[in-house]
């Protein structure tokens, strides 16, 4: 459990001090907090979930100028996803399940649920800092970042999750 | 009583969603009158100190690159050095630009995806900076100084679309205003040019000094697309921004050493 909060913690900071003030091939933002959000283990109805969003958001804003800005995607998000999980998956298994992961969910219903969810976040995200969401440069960035976000949200399951799940998780 | 009770302890989940979703609304239509306050300042501080250590590093892996940016910068010194010599007119330019000091600061901080994006750069009121400096580097104008203090400052960017830059047609001295549109970093527009001129695409627009923040001459950018709206009497011009803000690293603080004689005087003039 130990590991999990100092990746956490690590992941955090990558994302304010390095991975904010980084687009890569100038359309591109990386953003592992919306990995935890994703992966994150879904309760009915809870409120702890709501505010892990809201206070992840708002210290990514305290030091990216931003304040309000990623609070309110990453509140939106969490909230989206706990509804959109339960259409995806089924109430049930959902509950059962210690993290949203690859490992557990399957591959197609791991796109099908987290896919979704990136669109989202990028979306807002381009809407809330650009003001405009209905420009080709904007259409590009949400669709290269969500993308490219699946793909680093992959690698980090693999490379990580693995080893926790036969130790730690299960 | 009892059902109020009921009805928040049944809907808990959605009421705490719409409490926290208004809790962020409110900083984000806030943000701005936020950023006015002194608290930004302190946080300045802290944010600043963070972005310095964090930039130190990035620089490092920038040296090459940043090595060939002060070459050209010296090349094109060298140049005007010896243009200065052979030219009357430069003569009297450069005797103009001399009521200017430039402060090199580093930049520490800097965004462009947003709508309203600010640079945080490494000085502050401790080396002389005043909140409406300009801001350039050796490829053109960057900005203008918003907030300073001790150690560091913030710079409202070119790349904000409530920011205006006095500027003028290099070729045909035409006095316009160049201000960006939110849509795309490395294009601003040119406004208020009458359609009566004669423009080119590839046309320098340059700063024009008017507005006692920026020298005049400094590059903003080279006209790339010129349109005529019939429903109007200037042009729709998009200009090719000749600062990189993906690359910025190192800017002059552009002090105006008789800034507040000018504007006194025009006050006198406006008054009477």
């Known amino acids: ?170 | 009583m009892r059902n109020l009770i009921k009805f928040i302890s049944l809907y808990n989940y959605s009421i705490t969603f719409f409490i926290l979703l208004f809790a962020s609304s409110y900083f984000l239509i806030n943000e701005n009158f936020i950023l006015k306050t002194k608290y930004f300042n302190s946080s300045n501080y802290l944010s600043g100190s963070i972005f310095y250590y964090q930039s130190s590093i990035i620089n490092y892996f920038n040296l090459e690159e940043k090595n060939m940016q002060l070459e050209r910068e010296n090349k094109k010194l060298r140049d005007k050095i010896i243009r200065s010599y052979s030219s009357i007119k430069e003569d009297v330019d450069s005797s103009l630009n001399r009521n200017y000091n430039y402060i090199k600061a580093e930049v520490l901080n800097n965004s462009v995806r947003k709508s309203k994006n600010y640079i945080t750069i490494n000085k502050g009121t401790k080396d002389g900076l005043k909140e409406g400096m300009g801001v350039i580097s050796s490829k053109g104008v960057v900005g203008k100084v918003k907030y300073v203090s001790e150690n560091f400052a913030t710079v409202i960017s070119i790349l904000n679309t409530s920011f205006y830059v006095s500027s003028i047609l290099k070729k045909t001295n035409t006095l316009s205003s160049v201000n960006w549109d939110g849509v795309n970093p490395k294009t601003l527009k040119l406004l208020y040019v009458p359609k009566h001129i004669d423009i080119r695409k590839g046309d320098e627009i340059i700063s024009s000094s008017y507005d006692s923040i920026f020298p005049k001459g400094i590059s903003i950018g080279k006209i790339k697309k010129i349109r005529k709206d019939v429903n109007s009497n200037f042009y729709d011009i998009d200009i090719l921004s000749t600062q990189d803000f993906y690359n910025l690293s190192t800017v002059y603080i552009v002090n105006y050493l008789l800034v507040d004689e000018k504007i006194q005087l025009e006050k006198i003039t406006d008054e009477k």
């Not at chain 1, 609070?71 to 998956?89: A, D, G």
């Not at chain 1, 979306?123 to 969500?146: G, M, P, R, Y």
């Open chain 1, 1 to 170: 459990m130990r590991n999990n909060i100092l990746l956490f913690v690590f992941f955090v900071f990558l994302q304010i001090f390095v991975l904010n003030k980084i687009l890569f091939f100038e359309h591109i933002i990386l953003s592992p907090i919306i990995m935890f959000l994703i992966l994150y283990k879904y309760q009915k109805d809870s409120k702890e979930s709501l505010f892990l969003g809201f206070f992840l958001g708002l210290l990514v804003d305290v030091f990216n100028n931003s304040l309000g800005t990623y609070s309110i995607i990453c509140l939106i998000v969490i909230y989206f996803r706990n509804s959109w999980v339960l259409k995806i998956i089924g109430e049930e298994k959902t509950e059962e399940l210690e993290l949203m992961s690859i490992q557990e969910l399957g591959s197609l219903k791991f796109f099908y649920y987290s896919f979704p969810i990136l669109f989202l976040f990028y979306s807002l995200l381009s809407l809330l800092e650009s003001e405009s969401i209905i420009s080709l440069d904007n259409i590009i960035f949400v669709i290269l970042s969500s993308v490219a976000n699946y793909i680093i949200m992959l690698i980090f399951q693999y490379l990580f999750l693995k080893f926790n799940f036969k130790n730690e998780w299960r």
